[in-house]
């Protein structure tokens, strides 16, 4: 895991990116945050970049490439897997079926956007902030 990598948000709403914008510069991680507003170009990054980001905050719903054909997509890679990039997803809504699902495809965590800048902006210092001090494999291309 590349603590000092790109942060990819992967959210196809606007308005949610703007805050998230505002939230991770209020949080003044040094790390770079990368937006996408849909699956298929995030996949076109994660296999044609050799950076390895620190992180996936990953919506559900999207046009495309839903969140969860992504994840296949990148558990099946194994050049992305290797990478060992701590996928979440970080969505509008939750049943327990999405969350069942979520978790069945490997991801490492599964958060329901806050209703508030406040609480969501907690929510993104806890998930940084567990991963940052979290241990993780380190890969190196042979």
Same mark, same amino acid.
């Given at each position: 895991?590349?603590?000092? *990598?790109?942060?990819?948000?992967?959210?196809?709403?606007?308005?949610?990116?703007?805050?998230?914008?505002?939230?991770? #510069?209020?949080? $003044?991680?040094?790390?770079?945050?990368?937006? &996408?507003?849909?699956?298929?170009?995030?996949?076109?990054?994660?296999? $044609? @970049? #050799?950076?390895?980001? &620190?992180?996936?905050?990953?919506?559900? +719903?999207?046009?495309?490439?839903? *969140?969860?054909?992504? %994840?296949?997509?990148? !558990?099946? +890679?194994?050049?992305? +897997?290797?990478?060992?990039?701590?996928?979440? /997803? /970080? @969505?509008?809504?939750?049943?327990?079926?999405? =969350?069942?699902?979520?978790?069945?495809?490997?991801?490492? *965590?599964?958060?329901?956007?806050?209703?508030? =800048?406040?609480?969501?902006? !907690?929510?993104?210092?806890?998930?940084?902030?567990?991963? %940052?001090?979290?241990?993780?494999? !380190? &890969?190196?291309?042979?």
């Amino acid at each position: 895991m590349n603590k000092d *990598g790109p942060i990819v948000v992967i959210e196809d709403d606007a308005d949610d990116q703007e805050i998230l914008v505002d939230i991770f #510069k209020s949080l $003044d991680y040094k790390n770079s945050i990368g937006f &996408f507003s849909e699956g298929e170009a995030a996949l076109k990054y994660l296999t $044609d @970049t #050799k950076i390895k980001p &620190f992180l996936i905050l990953s919506d559900i +719903n999207m046009p495309k490439l839903s *969140g969860f054909q992504l %994840r296949e997509k990148i !558990h099946t +890679n194994e050049d992305l +897997n290797l990478k060992c990039i701590p996928y979440l /997803f /970080f @969505t509008t809504t939750s049943n327990q079926k999405a =969350v069942i699902d979520a978790y069945s495809q490997s991801v490492q *965590g599964f958060f329901v956007k806050a209703n508030t =800048v406040d609480k969501l902006q !907690h929510t993104i210092k806890t998930i940084i902030e567990y991963w %940052r001090e979290c241990d993780a494999p !380190h &890969f190196t291309a042979g």
